[in-house]
């Protein structure tokens, strides 16, 4: 005997998203539709319309929760350290997520301009917790700017490449992170010398 389908009482948006996400990790970010998810959860598409507008709503949905996922676990991994530990900090958390969800978090970075219930960017938290990373670094502002966005950059061409089987051959693809993330530690240095120019 098989099992009911659930009926549409016991939904919600956020359990609606929540088994987005859950799905997309699954099944991949592409396979996320509202037709593939209401099979899923062995229901209707109409049920899952009266707490998402669309499948584009319902992957925007789960990108915001994902940068909000992803900025909560960082701040709490980061908090209280600076320099060189809060750098490794973030980026090793970053690496964890991205690997534990792959799912949401492709969907995170390839949904333009994702919003956050508030009608902030969804990354602001994120991007905020990249430069808290990088201060006392001696980076004026326009630096600082600069450092973030290579950071994030480097951090998220590394799991992407990673999660698509762009590391099978040779060393263990941690090595290699670990290798990336001192680079950038000691580079990143180098937007004191921004400051020097421009004095």
Known sequence: MTDAPVSRTKFS????IVGAAEFADTYGADALT????????D???PALLKHVRSTEDLRAAVAAQALAQLASGLDIATNGLSGSP???ALAD?????????????????SIEDVRADTGEPADRELVMLVERALAGRGLDSVAM?????IVRAALHGFVSLELVGGFSRGADPATSYAALVDLLD??????SRHLQETS
């Open 93 to 109: 958390g970053y690496r964890r997520f991205a690997l534990a969800y792959p799912g949401r978090y492709a969907l995170a970075f």
């Open 145 to 149: 700017t600069d450092a973030g966005r």
């Open 43 to 45: 229901t209707s598409a």
């Open 186 to 191: 000691h580079s990143s240095t180098l937007g």
């Open 13 to 16: 948006r956020q359990r609606v």
């Open 86 to 88: 809060a750098l490794t």
């Open 34 to 41: 509202l037709a593939a998810l209401a099979r899923e959860l």
